[in-house]
């Protein structure tokens, strides 16, 4: 018996593919070392540099921005709701899912006062600078100066409310009311002293710094400091002479002060952090934390800080859009803003004992010297931040 012949085909074996050779191991530009990344583990220099193509750099620019809002909704909750967490967190090494403390402070402080600029004018009956300490030195009368000092002192109200809690602006503004209290108060001074003499009304005072008891002046009255050298006094001079002349222009626009003020706070704030986390050291000195962990308690509460302004100047511009006049929406806009001014101490408060963990007494002691302490050194930055706008506008 014969075996059946096989009809199929003869199957050829597949010919074995050319090995394909190991890509040549990349070695780094800098020390030579061999690459195993897209950073050299041994002198820390990145592969990409900017040496390439132009719409690689723009890519890598969008996927940090990108990066940024992606992370943004899952920080800016707890930020507001939630004290301390975000420390916490941090200190915790749970890092990548949240905005950094510093990359957050800078987008929340740069973000609230661009809006500022938009939603707060100096204009258009709001506030008027110049025009009004001119009717002052021009009033003739006891009840007219009342009258204009009243009159501008409501107008500060108003900027008062427009600003909110802007971190140096509520000082600022305290500092511009006791400056008119003193500007009415003098020129009442100068009218019943002139008529208990039965002299005639004193001229008008000129809108114009002071140094001592009478106008600054370059030549009869200018500014020295016993304790400066001649260079320096002669450079505070000048600037004395700059802000002179911006005087006159902010009788034509306000809106210039606004603009140089609310471009220099977020400046201001930058250099009160280091020093608002040197007074967490002190207070908390045995708890023997590092400054570092300090300087991101300060990050931390001071974006709150910014992020609470932010949605208070929102709240009054809907206020205003949707509800100008009085009325159940007017009402409610209203104990919306009061609440917010009620949340803002008791978080820092809350911030504070859970961050390093003391008893009650304890932290309400040092959150209250902590409080006195930096309004202070907020009314001083607040005082050379608005010179420094007068001058620099």
Request: charged letters at 20%.
């Amino acid at each position: 018996m014969t075996d059946p012949i096989d009809s199929s085909p003869e199957v050829a074996e597949p010919i074995p593919a050319p090995p394909v050779p190991a890509p040549a191991a990349r070695a780094c530009e800098n020390c030579g070392v061999a690459l195993l990344g897209e950073h050299c583990y041994a002198c820390g220099q990145p592969v990409k540099g900017l040496v390439r193509h132009f719409s690689s750099i723009l890519g890598d620019f969008a996927d940090s921005v990108f990066s940024l809002d992606t992370r943004l909704p899952r920080t800016l909750w707890p930020l507001f709701a939630r004290p301390a967490f975000l420390t916490c967190e941090y200190f915790a090494g749970r890092r990548v899912r949240y905005v950094s403390p510093v990359r957050l402070f800078v987008f929340l402080t740069i973000v609230t006062f661009f809006i500022a600029q938009l939603t707060v004018n100096f204009g258009d009956g709001d506030i008027n600078i110049g025009s009004d300490n001119s009717e002052i030195g021009s009033a003739t009368s006891v009840a007219e100066v009342e009258k204009v000092r009243d009159r501008m002192l409501g107008k500060l109200a108003n900027v008062r409310k427009q600003v909110g809690n802007a971190p140096g602006a509520g000082a600022g503004i305290s500092k511009g009311e006791d400056d008119i209290r003193d500007a009415a108060t003098a020129r009442i001074e100068m009218l019943r002293e002139a008529q208990a003499k039965g002299e005639p009304v004193p001229e008008p005072t000129p809108d114009t710094l002071s140094f001592g008891d009478s106008p600054w002046d370059a030549e009869k009255n200018p500014i020295k400091i016993d304790v400066l050298p001649g260079f320096a006094n002669d450079w505070l001079n000048k600037q004395a002479g700059r802000a002179n002349k911006n005087i006159e222009r902010l009788k034509q626009d306000p809106n210039q002060f606004k603009d140089a003020l609310m471009s220099a706070i977020p400046s201001t704030l930058f250099v009160l952090l280091p020093v608002f986390a040197v007074m967490l050291k002190l207070l908390y000195a045995f708890k023997k934390r590092l400054y570092m962990e300090h300087l991101i308690v300060a990050l931390h509460s001071h974006a709150f800080l910014s992020l609470m302004l932010l949605l208070m100047l929102l709240t009054i511009a809907l206020q205003r859009w949707l509800a100008p006049g009085s009325g159940a929406l007017n009402s409610a806009f209203g104990w919306l803003e009061a609440a917010m001014w009620v949340w803002m101490p008791f978080y820092l408060l809350l911030m504070q004992k859970r961050i390093y963990g003391q008893g009650w007494p304890m932290t309400l002691l040092k959150y209250c010297v902590l409080g006195i302490c930096y309004v202070v050194l907020l009314s001083f930055g607040a005082v050379f931040t608005l010179l420094f706008s007068l001058v620099w506008m």
